[in-house]
């Protein structure tokens, strides 16, 4: 494992760069591979029934 020091800037370059040297269904591979990973993120959050007083900011 190798730990790289870099500016968000650099980071983002590189980054980039290492996406465009795929092929384009390299690249789209990888697109739903991105997908498959961020579909075991919650985009709600859980809400637990207790005596707790609660603000729910609902975002429509």
Known sequence: MEINFQSK???NKMQREEFLKLTPSQRV????D???KLRKYPTHPKLEKNNNFLIVIKDD
């Open 9 to 11: 800037e650099e980071s």
């Open 29 to 32: 591979s990888a697109f739903f």
């Open 34 to 36: 991105l997908l498959y």
